[in-house]
């Protein structure tokens, strides 16, 4: 069993997308043993995109991450970091498979609905930044 961590971003909690979301994670056999609705300061949001800093589109995407709450979550699962990527679809939703939550619901490369970790070593980092253990239900 794994954890991986992800993020349903400010584009989605807008449109009022948590719900429709959650349930393509629920059906793809994921748990969700950890959520929280939260607003990212600006600091927090270089923090957790640190790795893209030298991108030209940090600048951007660091406004699109704090302009409007977010959704953290924790989802546990078979392969979850895995399962989740596949679940999100390709990072431009223009690219992403039919059924996906990109293909579905994400705007732009930019305003892509949600994130999801790529590595256990980058779930594990990701989850300890939001949350504590005793935060994590399995
Ligand atoms: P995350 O799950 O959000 O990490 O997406 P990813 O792993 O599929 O993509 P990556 O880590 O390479 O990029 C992180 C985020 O930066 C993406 O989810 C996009 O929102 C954003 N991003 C990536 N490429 C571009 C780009 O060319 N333009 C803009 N505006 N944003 C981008
Ligand atoms: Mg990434």
Same mark, same amino acid.
């Given at each position: 069993?794994e954890?991986?961590?992800?993020?349903?971003?400010?584009?989605?909690?807008?449109?009022?997308?948590?719900?429709?979301?959650?349930?393509?994670?629920?059906?793809? /056999?994921l748990?969700?043993?950890?959520?929280?609705?939260?607003?990212?300061?600006?600091a927090?949001?270089?923090?957790?995109?640190a790795?893209?800093?030298?991108?030209?589109f940090?600048?951007?995407?660091?406004?699109s991450m704090?302009?409007?709450?977010?959704?953290?979550?924790?989802l546990?699962?078979?392969?979850?970091?895995?399962?989740y990527?596949?679940?999100?679809?390709a990072?431009?939703p223009?690219?992403?498979?039919?059924g996906?939550?990109r293909?579905?619901?994400?705007?732009?490369?930019?305003e892509?609905?949600?994130?999801?970790?790529?590595?256990?070593?980058?779930a594990?980092?990701?989850i300890a930044q939001?949350?504590?253990?005793?935060?994590?239900? /399995?």
């Amino acid at each position: 069993i794994e954890r991986t961590f992800s993020i349903l971003k400010p584009d989605a909690t807008r449109r009022n997308l948590t719900g429709a979301v959650n349930a393509l994670i629920e059906a793809a /056999g994921l748990r969700i043993v950890a959520q929280k609705r939260v607003l990212l300061s600006r600091a927090q949001a270089e923090t957790f995109y640190a790795v893209h800093k030298a991108r030209p589109f940090f600048g951007e995407l660091v406004e699109s991450m704090i302009a409007g709450p977010i959704v953290v979550q924790v989802l546990e699962g078979e392969d979850a970091i895995k399962k989740y990527r596949e679940v999100l679809g390709a990072t431009d939703p223009s690219k992403a498979a039919e059924g996906t939550v990109r293909k579905q619901f994400a705007l732009s490369v930019g305003e892509n609905s949600a994130h999801g970790s790529d590595s256990p070593e980058n779930a594990a980092i990701e989850i300890a930044q939001f949350f504590s253990g005793n935060e994590i239900v /399995g």
